[in-house]
């Protein structure tokens, strides 16, 4: 089953990118993601994050929960998240809109068997239909191989294809490197809001208004 399910994302990856030799993070996390540019979120008390999370196991921040990807902090117990091995946890923007530019993921304290090895980002604008950003899929093979609390970065037009723009990004897991639990310490996004295009009018508006630039023009000819 496993194989199975690694060969379909193999082929998604495919359009989706899914690079592997994204950099590491010497410095650890980058800081002033969207979740929380301002470095000033408080999860005990769930304030001051410019997004809302959502996660299908584990919700919340204590007890290994799923909100701790967000916590600007890397390491064990109430740093990460664990849980069963299939599983995904999301930042919702609300309104805004951002085309990921480029995304931390950072591996927890614990053993690198419950490191994910097939996961995805996913972008969507509805919470129903989602789209596949990046895919990682390394049947049996940690992205941080045996490196804990290690950060990596992928960043667009080298590890993956920049997106259009969503308000949701996902990231789901399907598979750990060996047993039944997976583990993430830290999830960082960044990305910009996409520029408006100013509406170009029609090539037979501008015929118009030539049109009537030059009656009235005309007129004013007339009465001199």
């Known amino acids: ?10 082929a ?50 204590a007890n290994e929960g799923a909100f701790n990807v967000f916590d600007n902090v890397v390491g064990g117990g109430s740093d990460k998240w664990c849980c069963m091995m299939n599983g995904w946890v999301e930042a919702d923007f609300g309104s805004k809109r ?3 530019t480029s995304f931390t993921a950072a591996s927890a304290n614990d053993a690198a068997g419950r490191d994910s090895d097939i996961w995805q980002i996913l972008g969507s604008n509805d919470g129903m239909n989602y789209t596949t950003i990046f895919s990682y899929n390394r049947d049996g093979v940690s992205p941080w191989g045996a490196n804990r609390n290690q950060v990596i970065e992928y960043v667009a037009g080298t590890d993956f294809t920049l997106p259009a723009a969503y308000s949701i990004f996902r990231y789901q897991t399907f598979s750990v490197v060996s047993g039944g639990l997976h583990q993430l310490a830290e999830l960082e996004f960044f990305g910009e809001e996409p520029v408006a295009v100013a509406e170009v009018p029609e090539p037979g508006s501008l015929a118009l208004l030539g049109l009537g630039i030059l009656a009235a023009l005309g007129l004013r000819r007339k009465r001199a």
């Open 1 to 10: 089953m496993k194989r199975v399910l690694f060969a379909l994302l193999t």
């Open 12 to 61: 998604t990856a495919l359009l989706a990118g899914s690079a592997h030799g994204a950099s590491v993070r010497t410095t650890g996390l980058a800081g002033s993601d969207l979740t929380d540019p301002e470095n000033d979120g408080r999860a005990n008390e769930y304030a001051n994050y410019n997004a809302v999370f959502r996660s299908s196991f584990a919700a919340g921040y």
């Open 98 to 100: 951002y085309q990921l």
